[in-house]
């Protein structure tokens, strides 16, 4: 049986080149995994460190794993995004271009008779009050016409430096706490949901609660962590090839 995956936090762009290279070559090889056995993919999130859509011009770079994201639609697999905290600035690039079904806030979907609850999870824990202020900041609609006026030649680096500040902020609580994300998880099975699936923290997490199973899917920087769910179950594993 075709199987569901799920991944966040790549946040490509973000490191030396080195580094990069291998973040690349992994997604790669793991998406070729997913056009030989998938039925659809899910980015939770920051695959990019950062993405703005100017009206004729978007981030230089990436294609590669842009490719390699048009094959898996050209074969046909159900690809969905969640925009996150460093990529929320996204349009209808990868909708138009590579058939990315595109989602801005949290997602309820039912996949094989169980239910999903789907959010990237930035402003999520009590302690992300500033964040949750900016976020409403950078998400205005006129603060975002203000930003596209200014050239890409200084609006990307500008915005590259600000997507430096908010890693460092991160980095920060060295094992963040998901305590406010398993209390999300805890109302949401109450709600009804079988699974909830959360990126943002850069940390996986898995804990069962009976039959309802609350993750965290870790990142593409150290950990290269993916979610499979094979239409019965589901498990968060590492990727190592």
Known sequence: M??????SDAHLGASSVKKERLKEE???????????NGERLFIV????????????????GYTRVLCALSRLNELGIELHYIAGNHDFWMKDYLASQ??????????????QNRRFY???GDGLARYDTGYRILKRI?????????YSLLHPDLGVPLARWISSLSRKH??????PSDK??????????EEGFDYAIFGHLHSPRYQEFGQKVYINLGDWIDNFNYAVFNGSDIRLLQWRT
């Open 118 to 120: 789907l959010f990237h």
């Open 98 to 111: 590579y058939g990315f079904e595109m989602h801005f806030d949290e997602v309820d979907i039912t996949i």
């Open 2 to 7: 075709a199987e569901t995956f799920f991944i």
């Open 45 to 60: 999130g920051d695959l990019f460190d950062f993405w703005f859509e100017y009206r004729t011009v978007v981030p230089k």
């Open 26 to 36: 992994k997604l790669l090889s793991f998406f070729e995994y997913v056009a030989e």
């Open 180 to 189: 406010d994300y398993i209390n999300k998880s805890l109302q949401k099975f």
């Open 138 to 146: 950078f998400r205005n609609r006129f603060n975002i016409f203000l």
């Open 170 to 175: 991160t980095r920060q609580e060295k094992v």
